[in-house]
């Protein structure tokens, strides 16, 4: 079995990675810039049991994309699961960023799981998944958000198209939605009020704690089951009930 996961090496993209290495799976852990992470989510890959493999690659442009999936496919012939979970932070009013900033924000926080799934699809085969991680920022107006929110509002419809275009090929398409979690992405988000954010969204929380990246990753493990083929398409939400 194999899985790559874009971001990787942090936040929510590391759980995920690491709950699949359990099973002494092959994880390709992508990454942008941070060597030191990465270094320490490939040892606790490894630490799980899985067969870490990192790839530094920016998959906001088709080049890093296609570097990504040819060192995926020099070490595999198949890919199970392909994670998206790779963002570019862009914190402030939508009206207030820099057009190329926000460009690059919009590639690699939703357009980018479409050239993704084209190059991993000489991999991806009858019981593999795609999956994009949304947030609450993509169904809700937060203020600050609209970088990330946009964005993630149009990966959501994304995989709603790439769930019929794969449907023949026997992949399904699913985005997972976890509630606030203490992430990098979070903290570069809100950068003087994520502690109060963060505190606040994990009080008022139905189930009486704050999600974590763990519950992400055991959804995305559940969801990953060959065996609910019959779910594709849609947008799975892991908030303890918080957004109800």
Known sequence: MAICVTGGSSGIGRSIAERFARSG??????????????????????????????????????????????????????????????????????????????????????????????????????????????????????????SLGTAKALGEHIVRYLAKELAPRGVRAITVSPGAIDTAAFRAMFPDTWEERLAAANAANPIGRGVTGEDCAALVELLANPELEMVTGQTVVADGGSSL
């Open 25 to 146: 799976t092959d994880v390709f852990i992508n990454y942008h810039s941070n060597d030191e992470a990465a270094a320490e989510a490939l040892e606790a890959v490894e630490a799980a049991g899985g067969r870490g493999h990192l790839v530094k690659a920016d998959v906001g442009t088709p080049e890093g994309v296609r570097e990504l999936f040819g060192a995926v496919a020099a070490r595999v012939d198949r890919l199970d699961q392909l994670v998206h979970c790779a963002a570019k932070a862009l914190t402030g009013p939508l009206l207030e960023a820099e057009p190329e900033e926000l460009d690059e924000a919009i590639a690699v926080n939703g357009l980018a799981l479409v050239n993704l799934t084209r190059e991993a699809l000489p991999l991806l085969g009858k019981g593999s998944t795609v999956f994009y991680v949304s947030s609450r920022g993509a169904r809700y107006v937060i203020p600050n958000y609209g």
